[in-house]
């Protein structure tokens, strides 16, 4: 959070404009937080993102895009998130790359 908040900060008044109008304006207010490894890997643990379920002693909470979208403010699509390996290569990715190393954010926002 504290990245992209910094991000947004660092942010040109035109392209902060774009993101604000757009669909993912409210990334721009998200303020810094910190969160446990504890927490995380209990969340984890407990999320089946096969079903879109998150389950703990006989309670289901179910995660639809309507629910994403109301919470979030983020867009959904149908196409499903592909995860990927680090040692996986990704096209999209290596456009971002300077040799065999990642640009910075702001390197590639600025």
Do not use: W
């Amino acid at each position: 959070s504290k990245r992209l908040g910094n991000v947004g900060k660092g942010l040109a008044p035109a392209k902060h404009n774009i993101i604000r109008k757009g669909s993912f304006g409210d990334l721009l207010d998200i303020q810094p937080f910190k969160v446990s490894h504890e927490l995380i890997e209990f969340v984890v643990m407990h999320t089946n993102h096969m079903s879109r379920q998150f389950r703990y002693k006989n309670k289901v909470i179910n995660f639809s895009r309507l629910m994403v979208k109301r919470i979030f403010n983020v867009p959904s699509g149908d196409r499903p998130v592909k995860l990927l390996k680090k040692s996986d290569q990704c096209n999209l990715c290596n456009i971002y790359k300077r040799g065999t190393r990642s640009q910075s954010t702001m390197q590639l926002i600025c």
